[in-house]
């Protein structure tokens, strides 16, 4: 028995898509409203400010230099729940803890080579750079939790290393919008929509490549390997 092979014809596939387009619509529509019903509560823009501390220099040099390795080395110590702790009484609000505090800050450090006046006492020496990155969906309180994290931080390892050599070198002055609730729904909005569409395709394309019927001579001919011998035209009276 000669089985009839697979093959993906694109123009009939085309075709198919064409003839479908109103089950290709109605799956797209229906993926969109599932999007919709899914992003009904699209949530709340966040809002990061970000406050910088550094190594100061306006003490000696040994000082400014076991302040940049401490630095480094008790960078954990940033994030700790003591600092945020300490944060979180700076602040002086009742619905914000120290939890709340850990929970929204993240901190960075990036190491610095600088020759400016600031910190010419360095001997143009490798500075460390710490930045407390808060997001809120309070605008005023990301800048508030930043400064007051980088107080404590600074407070703290004035205690670890009793000098004041660490100090803020840029306070929160203001904001950003780091998360768009709106936009942010309407990006997995559109990508349901697009998701229906390929899966509606992908469907009509499936059913249309493993669909046996015999639709043109070639096919009924198995591939041309059988010999044609006659042709009943398509006679329309």
Known sequence: ????????????????????????????????????GLTLNVGEDMYTATS???????GNYADATNAVTAMNAYLNVANSYKVCQRAAFIIGRSD?????????????SSSTKSSTATISSFMNSSATIISFNATTVDPA???????????SYAIEMAE???????????????YHKSHDAQKSAWKKRAMFLMGGFLLACLIVVAC????R???TIREASLRESIPV????????G
């Open 160 to 174: 670890i290393l009793n000098t004041d050599s660490v100090k803020t070198l840029d306070n929160a002055y203001t």
């Open 96 to 108: 914000v803890a120290a939890t709340d505090v850990q929970g929204a800050v993240s901190v960075s």
């Open 229 to 236: 011998i006659g042709i009943i035209p398509d006679y329309k």
């Open 208 to 211: 249309e490549i493993f669909d």
């Open 52 to 58: 910088t501390v550094y190594a100061a220099a306006d």
């Open 1 to 36: 028995m000669i089985k009839n092979e697979l093959e993906i014809d694109v123009g009939r596939c085309f075709n198919a898509l064409l003839l479908k387009k109103k089950f290709i619509i109605v799956i797209t529509i229906l993926f969109f409203i599932i999007g919709m």
């Open 141 to 151: 309180l990301s800048m508030e939790m930043a400064d007051a994290m980088a107080q």
């Open 213 to 215: 019927k015999v639709r």
